[in-house]
Nanobody
Framework: QVQLVESGGGLVQAGEFLRLSCVGS????????VAWYRQAPGKQRVIVAR??????????DYADSVKGRFTISRDIAKNTVYLQMNSLKPEDTAVYYC???????????????WGQGTHVTVSS
């Protein structure tokens, strides 16, 4: 059973940056696809960035709203997935969650395990 713990959120001004971290425990964290989702107040949880597992051809994609500003990456040795968020905007304000897919392909997202989330607030 995988456990995910997110961190790195906070309050920043528009134009600034944050790096979110998600530490995973349990087997298959590097082999499986991973992703970051976010949920703004009163809205549904939506995907932000996806990254395929290490066993296949590397693949990453992003929501149009964050493309060119956010980068998802993984440190296998640390069992950690990152989300580098640059040029933050007030509309990026949300709780951010990481998730591990059921297999290597991003099509296996979302998996069953969710972390507690980390809050990001961007002021104008």
């Amino acid at each position: 059973q995988v456990q995910l713990v997110e961190s790195g959120g906070g309050l920043v001004q528009a134009g600034e940056f944050l790096r979110l971290s998600c530490v995973g425990s349990g087997s298959g964290f590097s082999d499986n696809a991973v992703a970051w989702y976010r949920q703004a107040p009163g809205k549904q949880r939506v995907i932000v960035a996806r990254l395929s597992g290490e066993t296949g051809k590397p693949y990453a994609d992003y929501a149009d709203s964050v493309k060119g500003r956010f980068t998802i990456s993984r440190d296998i040795a640390k069992n950690t997935v990152y989300l580098q968020m640059n040029s933050l905007k007030p509309e990026d304000t949300a709780v951010y969650y990481c998730n591990r897919g059921r297999g290597s392909s991003v099509d296996t997202l979302p998996g069953d395990a969710w972390g507690q989330g980390t809050h990001v607030t961007v002021s104008s």
